[in-house]
């Protein structure tokens, strides 16, 4: 387990095991003292940093950065990584939206959204375009409550999601996580389905070099073509890490109480 909320998520966990009473209390009291300890270590290291051009580097570090979230250390501010966020997953979107206002952050801690147009295209657009936003948003702020997104008319067949998916959407098995990709075929279309901290996503098995991806592992929410090596991060629209203009194409995905459903281009 490398990353910040994956370790705060177990220790909770652990907490909660415990019977109330004073071994309880003295755990909890240890997590405090050793969470106060290192967040005021790494106050002092940012101070110690200052304007130094090495902080763009530990901000780029994907554990150092969720540690400085935590803490409330990171150097740029929400907004700006929402906006940066947005900017990253545009181009991802294509026709599916005519564009996306961002409208600053709630007091309840909302990111506020709003879609310019309609959907176009298959009739699962809605949850394309909301399931990209999404992710990369949460992915560059974990410290905000979530992301409400309107404005965007949906095509009559989405509405018929609450009586059963429309015919484009598709169950799938996904199996108990195992840490790496799935491979199956959707409709006659290739999928690769990806499972990172309990979230579910979907993508068309095809790397930019046209090699399928296959079971390939997943590490720390990235996943790397085993033909040209080309690393995309799963919960940033399969954006390429090393090079923002390469990115694999999402597909919807719907997990519910009736089970896990992907919708694929018809």
Known sequence: MSDARGVGERVEQLLGGLRPGRDKETAEELVRLLVTMYGDGLTRIMALLGDSPVVADLVADPLVESLLLLHDLHPVDVDTRIQRALDQVRPYLGSHAGGVDYLGVSEDGMAQLRLQGNCQGCPSSTVTVKMAIESAIM?????????????????????QIGMGPPPSWNAV????????????????VQVVLCSVRGTLYAYKDMCVCGSPLGTVSIVDAVLACPTCGTRFDVRNAGRGVDDPAQHLEPLPLLSDSQGVRVAVPS
């Open 173 to 188: 098995d996904v199996g108990p996580p195992n840490g790496r990709a799935k491979a199956v075929t959707v409709d006659g």
């Open 139 to 159: 992915a560059a702020a974990p410290d905000i409550a979530g992301v409400a997104v309107a404005g965007v008319t949906a095509s009559p067949e989405l509405l």
